[in-house]
Antibody
């Protein structure tokens, strides 16, 4: 079955960096577009970034553009999110997510990893 | 950016009730709309995609309708496991955006 397992979250100081990873299994990873979505504590869902199956297309929310970089390694069936210049407002649970084929909606989500930005 | 407005923000209902949630897009999105269910401490779950297509494994009491700017999620007969927060998401264009959520609570 489809599994998405995030790792790399934790406590980081403002201005710091963190790299999230997502290990995918149970499907042909290289066939699917992938996304990161986040959810601040007690708040709603916010889309963060999107990457095509072959990494030739990426897109970012304005709130993270220039600070975050999405990437993937199809050989390792892994998705990544490099987060630099972190701010308090980046504090959230970050979900790795698979885009449903032919759409930009999400049919599978990981369990999430918490990123806390605080001094 | 396309803004997604959900209403109501919360609804109290009883088991067996019919519940409807609406989602309005700030501009037309054709049928590129998805609905998700989220329970506390859990990841969201896809219920409906392309406005009215039921995701595999989702009970048929869930249905979606609408196109353009106005959409509806209906739960025909609320079950105990349906008490959760529901989100709409436009999948028409970047940035992808979600509605603010509707919490379905037990009356």
């Amino acid at each position: 079955q489809v599994q998405l397992v995030e790792s790399g979250g934790g406590l980081v100081k403002p201005g710091g960096s963190l790299r999230l990873s997502c290990a995918a299994s149970g499907f042909t990873f290289s066939d699917y577009y992938m996304s990161w979505v986040r959810q601040a504590p007690g708040k709603g869902l916010e889309w963060v970034s999107y990457i095509s199956s072959s990494s030739d297309y990426t897109n970012y929310a304005d709130s993270v553009k220039g600070r975050f970089t999405i990437s993937r390694d199809n050989a390792k069936t892994s998705l990544y999110l490099q987060m630099n210049s972190l701010r308090a407002e980046d504090t959230a649970v970050y979900y790795c997510a698979r885009a449903k084929s032919g759409t930009r909606c999400i049919d599978y989500w990981g369990q999430g990893t918490l990123v806390t930005v605080s001094s | 950016d396309i803004q997604m407005t959900q209403s109501p923000s919360s609804v109290s209902a009883s088991v067996g009730d019919r519940v409807t949630i609406t989602c309005r897009a700030s501009q037309g999105i054709n049928s590129w709309l998805a609905w998700y269910q989220q329970k506390p401490g859990k990841a969201p779950k896809l219920l409906i995609y392309a406005a009215s297509s039921l995701q595999s494994g989702v009970p048929s009491r869930f249905s979606g309708s609408g196109s353009g700017t106005d959409f509806t999620l209906a739960i025909s007969s609320l079950q105990p496991e349906d008490f959760a927060t529901y989100y709409c998401q436009q999948a028409n264009s970047f940035p992808l955006t979600f509605g603010g959520g509707t919490k379905v609570e037990i009356k």
